[in-house]
């Protein structure tokens, strides 16, 4: 991506070096974290995965606030620079996108942490990934999670990072538009299969709103290079509910499915890309074969 003289974000909040809280929801990268190491543990991975729903509004776990000092590589700052890039550029598409619509786009805070950290949702925990929190409106992530997707899954560019920092601030758009909470209300009528296929509607649209991001991030600044699609594209696919189940264990479990197929990932992403159209995404009460398999 071209970042050359970009701004950086205003809404980061550094807490790197702090840990603090209540348990907290899952987000984008939870699974690849879970599917790599719940087996090799001793868990049962569709139950972790079929948890994930409760998990995410219903733990409560306290732990000690600590206040660490280091010194952070120059890797660690350049991401930390970028994410604050990249979430300024979500703020100028954003704000013009719901200017369009009539709205107001209220931007979120995106934190930086290592380890765990306190939330309005409980605790988040590096082992989760990266997650956004409706309670607080903050997106947050450990950086951590970029050498894992690079070392553990093979996905890798800066544009990937840029689609994991999306895909969190499409579920803030989402909830200011209203669907996250319409969502979690029928996800809590409802049982557990059908929660996941409400989350897994949420999870792809939040990927077609990276999309759109991305789109209007372009034709804006003029941002992305040859690769670059290519990069969220191999980022989409190996972050799928399948590829990682097949990845852990050998096979996969439909049912458990909370975050979309790889196919139905990349499906979605592209289509968000190409058309930049709000109307488009997913929707709740979409068909499975509407969302394609």
């Known amino acids: 991506m071209k970042l ?6 205003s809404n980061v909040d550094d807490r790197r070096g702090m840990t603090a ?10 699974l690849v974290i879970i599917a790599l190491f ?6 049962n991975l569709g139950d972790v995965i079929g948890n994930v729903v409760s998990s995410q509004m219903n733990q409560s776990e306290n732990v000690t606030t600590q206040e660490g000092q280091r010194e952070f590589t120059q890797e660690e700052q350049e991401l930390a620079k970028f994410s604050s890039q990249i979430l300024a550029g979500t703020e100028d598409v954003w704000t013009e996108v719901f200017r369009q619509m009539g709205k107001i786009y209220t931007p979120p805070k995106m934190v930086l942490y290592t380890g765990r950290v306190q939330t309005a949702c409980g605790a988040g925990s590096a082992q989760v990934g990266p997650f ?24 890798d560019g800066d544009f990937a990072y840029a689609y994991v920092i999306a895909h969190e601030v499409g579920h803030h758009v989402e909830h200011l538009l209203g669907t996250l909470g319409t969502a979690h209300s029928a996800m809590n009528r409802t049982n557990k299969v059908n929660a996941n296929k409400i989350s897994v509607r949420l999870e792809l649209l939040a990927d077609y709103y990276a999309g759109v991001w991305a789109h209007y991030d372009d034709q804006k600044f003029g941002s992305l290079e040859d690769g ?10 190996v972050i799928g509910d399948n590829y990682l189940q097949e990845k852990a264990q050998g096979y996969s479990q439909p049912e458990s499915f909370t975050h979309g197929t790889s196919s139905q990932r990349m499906r979605w992403l592209k289509k968000g890309l190409q058309s930049g159209d709000m109307n488009g995404g997913p929707r709740l009460n979409m068909s499975d074969a509407e969302l394609g398999s």
């Open 38 to 43: 719940t087996l090799m543990q001793g868990g």
């Open 228 to 237: 670059d699609i290519e990069e969220a594209i191999r980022c989409a696919q």
């Open 21 to 30: 809280g209540k348990a907290a929801g899952i987000g984008l990268g939870g």
């Open 132 to 155: 956004y929190c409706s309670g607080d409106q903050c997106l947050y992530i450990d950086l951590s999670f970029f050498t894992t997707m690079k070392r553990s899954l093979g996905a």
């Open 4 to 9: 050359d003289g970009r701004r950086e974000s």
